[in-house]
């Protein structure tokens, strides 16, 4: 919105010529998002305090977190605001895939808030049943799914990091595909929330890591000299993904350990969803299992756990997540955090490595 109207003024003013820069305006949404976040942050606290909107803590989990009852939840309402309001008014508007992140986002966050509301302000610890909540997560990322199907020029090629010209076309069956990735995605990110500043870290890094898969394959000739497929505007990701980036660097000044705030699944849910969407949109599908290695492997750690229970009555792990199970090691929390983001710091790497290891 503001773009728009600050770069129709460029004749008149020549400055604003600098607005036709995606970089540019990358790095504004960057610092809108950071500044909306250190703003609405203390704000956002004593709102969830003086309303009584704190964590509930399970009884059966480790005994360190008992202390953390009553911590102020659902900070994600505040990184999806800066977000989406440095989105909006840095990014093309007219450019649909902004419009897919938005919505994919959003309608995540509506879930993600529905079963938050339930369990705090209601007091109903159930939360939405795990059965209508994934039904509303798959509703919403095969919607998107089939639009970009749709769309012309879509592209249902599936194409493999590390060689130059591997791809598999998955027809129709992208459909589902792509639901899977947001999905799963989504509740990888949920699922590693369980300690201060775990999932928020690998989040950032992950966005950084997809801002530049986004502006590469955005632009034809980074994408040709890359031997990367390109996609006509999806340079645009970039922005909303510096705004994520930013957003969630303004939140993690509250979630830091010891925590004033937890994001709430209104935050881990499209927080996950996001990173899955422009995974898709950025043809970089496959690569999210390395750039999110730390959502991987709790969401492996769980898996594992629960078959090994079931098959053979024996747990491989203390607990699950495995970010529990250094808990129970003796592991202090602000070690096993900063250690998970040195591992997704070193993922990113990897996985912006495969833009040139082909
Ligand atoms: C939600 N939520 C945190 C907070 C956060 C299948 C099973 C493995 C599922 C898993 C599960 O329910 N995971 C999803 C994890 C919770 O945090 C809230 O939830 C939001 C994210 N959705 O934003 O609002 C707790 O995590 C701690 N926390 C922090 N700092 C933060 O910044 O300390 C969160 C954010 C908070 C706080 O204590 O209350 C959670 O862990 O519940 N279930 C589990 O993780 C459970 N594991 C388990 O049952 N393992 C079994 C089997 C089934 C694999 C096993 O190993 O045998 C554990 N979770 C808890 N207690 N709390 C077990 C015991």
Redo the contacts with the bound molecule.
Sequence with gaps: MLYSFLFSLRDTYGVFNVFRYITFRAVIAALMALLLSFVIGPWLIKRLTARQIG????S???EA?LA??G?P????TMILFSLTLATILLADLSNPYIWVMLIVTLGFGAV?FAD?YRKLALANSKGVSGRVRLLCEFGIALGAAAFLYWSPDFDSRLYLPFFKDASVDLGVLYIPFTAFVVVGAANAV??T????????GPVMTTAFTYGVFAYAAGNLKYADYLQIPYVAGVGELSIFTAALLCAGLGFLWF?AYP?M?????V???PLGAALGMVAVLTKHEIVLLIAGGVFVVETL??II??AS?KLTRK?V?????IH??FELQGWP?PQIIVRAWIISIICALVALSTLKLR
């Design positions: 964590q509930q803590i399970r059966d989990g480790p977190h953390k009852a911590t939840t659902m900070g994600g993600g938050d949920n699922l929330d369980g300690l201060d500043g775990l999932a928020i979630n925590a705030m937890f994001m709430g699944d935050g881990a849910l750690s769980v756990q629960v229970f747990r792990f203390r607990m699950a997540p529990h199970h929390e």
